[in-house]
């Protein structure tokens, strides 16, 4: 979230030189998107399988089913630097610190081995978390019902952890998409129950996440605490694009719901264009472990997301997510 006024944001122009690519200091603009504010990213993730899904019910010839494998990949198409650590949790478990790096990726470089070497100095410039899909039947700032704290508490005291740690790094919530099982009839969705499950998550739960989000703002005004809506933008591109047409087994495993390969391809895509804050690579050829529909209207859904992003604003017009 960066607070800036016109002024502010021309002496920066003027003084970018001497700023640390990792705390940038110029918004993206439209005339030059595809220059990424940062060209390095050392990640640690507080996750869950709808960031990290290994391994699926249907295998892949990689690690498909991950937004890592995808941000890595777009990352060294463009020529820059991805690496990553996480761990699986909610946030009950999150707040347990410090945290340890599970995860081991094909093609992505790993930024922590926690086995020999502390946080502080694994040296990460950026970390994500993303809290459960099935709490948002009650306020962000209540008790879970079986504990004595919310998820804004458990995630402010990760926030704080993580700033003692590292100080000024910059903190990504992801929003990811909702639990589908009490949206459906059955065991998996049909095609026609998408449309409705897609409009709850641009809804009621999109909702949510801005209350959570605010409370978060609020309590750390000079912390840079950002939000990615992953997920409301998934479903724009999946009701507003040819993408409509891809059939549901194609984008779901489960009600949970897991995705497949599409999915996280699409993830990796949001997320990678608001941590860099750039259009992702033109050129770039999508393998054919996603859907088709995704390749041939690449350009469309890119566009799409960058002039999402570019409008997820607070009410006084400053980005929640730049």
Known sequence: MRKFTTAIVILSMIIVSGCSEDEPEMLPTDDDTNEPVTTEIRAFIFGHSLIVH???RIPTPSDETSVPHWMASLADHADLGYSVAGQYGFLQQHDDLPPIAQWGFDIVEPAWDSDNETFAEADFNTVLLTPANFIQYQASDENYFNGDVSPV???LTIH?????????????IYENWPDMAPYIEGEFPLQEELAPYHEITQGEFHDWWIDYHDHLVTARPED???????GPIIAEILTETDLVNIPVEELYEDDAPHGRPTIYFL???ITYMAMYEAESPS??????TVHSLVSENYEEVVDLIWD???????????????
């Open 54 to 56: 290994e391994p699926p």
């Open 153 to 155: 508490g458990a995630t």
């Open 160 to 172: 704080d952890w993580v700033n003692d740690q590292e100080e000024g790094i910059t903190f990504y």
């Open 224 to 230: 840079d605490i950002r939000m990615i809506p992953v």
């Open 267 to 269: 993830a990796g895509l």
């Open 283 to 288: 050129d770039y050829q999508i393998p054919n």
């Open 308 to 322: 999402e992003l570019n409008a997820f604003d607070f009410e006084n017009g400053e980005s929640r997510v730049w």
